[in-house]
């Protein structure tokens, strides 16, 4: 299997895995009912993000290939989608998963496509080691000039030798692979970066932190961003 088929393939998994549990839900939900309703818009919603993954992938010839495309986004309101899309999932496997913002509105230059895909990649990882009756909390931070999103969780967490090397590509045998290498690398297309601290038995912490800035001055900064 090739690089761009194993990106492509982890990508589709949480959007699949999505759309099985709102499958699953609607079984139970028979009838002309809001709810029911919800279910299928979910449903079609990320069957909607898995089309544009594929086409991503048919237009790039790797992931960090090409500049970012900004648009003038709410980060508050973007993040608070994507994790009521990942509730229902977390409820299924009997995990808590919480949402906080130290501010309303965080308007600012946001590449929406790249930014979904980064933090459904962190909220995949952190619903797959966490275990039942554990957590997965979201933090959004207004920071002056910059924001933070805080993915964090009291799963399994990582050894410490093996910390350094979770964004390398091909580190694939903690389950930590391609996601966390295209993760790092479209956040640095967008001018920021992710780390990551974490303890074994304790849980991980991922915190992605992008400057809050126009759309025109993070467009007047993608060449020197993409230079190397």
Not at 25 to 45: C, F, P, S, T
Not at 127 to 133: A, C, R, S, Y
Not at 147 to 154: C, I, L, R, Y
Request: include cysteine; charged fraction near 30%.
């Amino acid at each position: 299997m090739n690089t761009k088929n194993a990106e492509l393939m982890h990508d589709l998994r949480m959007p699949l895995q999505l759309m099985v549990s709102c499958a699953q839900l609607l079984e139970l939900e028979v009838g002309e009912n809001d709810r029911a309703q919800e279910y299928i818009h979910l449903l079609m919603k990320n069957a909607l993000e898995m089309q544009r993954m594929l086409s991503g992938a048919l237009e790039q010839q790797r992931p960090e290939a090409g500049p970012a495309r900004f648009v003038r986004s709410d980060l508050v309101a973007r993040t608070w989608e994507t994790f009521h899309r990942c509730r229902l999932y977390a409820d299924r496997r009997n995990v808590r998963i919480d949402f906080f913002a130290n501010t309303n509105r965080l308007e600012m230059a946001l590449d929406e496509e790249k930014y979904d895909r980064i933090l459904l990649n962190l909220l995949s990882n952190a619903l797959k080691f966490t275990p039942e009756g554990g957590y997965v909390r979201i933090t959004v931070r207004a920071l002056n000039d910059f924001a933070e999103v805080e993915v964090a969780d009291n799963g399994c967490g990582i050894e410490p030798d093996r910390l350094d090397s979770i964004f390398d590509l091909h580190k694939t045998d903690t389950g930590y692979g391609f996601g966390l290498y295209i993760a790092r690398e479209y956040a640095r297309r967008m001018g920021g970066t992710l780390r990551a601290s974490s303890e074994p038995e304790r849980g991980s912490v991922f915190t992605l932190r992008l400057p809050v800035r126009s759309v025109k001055a993070a467009q007047q900064e993608i060449p020197a961003a993409c230079s190397d």
